[in-house]
């Protein structure tokens, strides 16, 4: 079983849909998770941030449970330019693991 | 501005070359960086974990005496593909945090093209 599972998609969804993803990790000792997006032959950069008390960032929305050791990443009013690929980023104090990323599509 | 920077961005080799690929943190202390690997419609694969000052730990599959690494200070890893073959042509990212539960930043990448 991988540490850090993410459902790889292909999402493919029209332009103002909503989208969720979810990421499941199995380290308990895990302690900050984030998302990354990833656009096709470049490197991944952090989108945000997710805590236990959940945070918003325009249209996405990160939320954690730790209880049942998943985050999740909702985008509301998808734009063609959320067409990426999400990951996400499990810490512990001196690793990390992630996951191998969702594909995002969105059409006009 | 980027936080973490990787050299060079592209390289074309002979096979049989050495290609070293510089990554630094710019802003931060690093003591841990990470080594990834990714090819073409593939998912980004972590390669070695880089512990400044301490032999690095490489992920299974990963011969580490192929890619060679080395985290000297605290804001710089390198990642030394050795005698490269064209099956080692891929795209190389870096990626370092600083200490503690931060975020880590990922450099730019490197295209490593071996003909």
């Known amino acids: 079983r991988k540490e850090v599972e993410q459902d790889p998609g292909p999402f493919n969804v029209p332009e103002g849909a909503t989208v969720a993803f979810n990421c499941t990790y199995s380290?308990?000792?895990?302690?900050?998770f984030f998302w990354y997006r990833q656009d096709c032959r470049k490197e991944p950069k952090l989108l945000m941030s997710v805590y236990s008390s959940g945070n918003e960032d325009g249209r996405f929305t990160a939320q954690l449970n730790r209880a049942s050791q998943y985050i999740s990443l909702l985008i509301r009013d998808s734009k063609l330019s959320d067409s990426a690929t999400y990951l996400c980023v499990v810490n512990t104090y001196n690793d990390m693991r992630f996951g191998a990323g969702t594909r995002l599509t969105v059409k006009p | 501005g980027a936080v973490v920077s990787q050299h060079p961005s592209w390289v074309i080799c002979k096979s049989g070359t050495s290609v070293k690929i510089e990554c630094r943190s710019l802003d931060f202390q690093a003591t841990t960086m990470f080594w990834y690997r990714q090819f073409p419609k593939q998912s980004l694969m972590l390669m070695a974990t880089s512990n400044e000052g301490s032999k690095a730990t490489y992920e299974q599959g990963v011969e580490k005496d192929k890619f060679l690494i080395n985290h000297a200070s605290l804001t710089l890893s390198t990642l030394t593909v050795t005698s490269a073959h064209p099956e080692d042509s891929s795209f190389y990212i870096c990626?370092?945090?600083?200490?503690?539960?931060?975020?880590?930043?990922f450099g730019d990448g490197t295209r490593l093209s071996i003909l």
């Open positions: 990626s370092a945090r600083p200490p503690g539960y931060q975020p880590q930043h």
């Open positions: 380290n308990s000792a895990s302690q900050s």
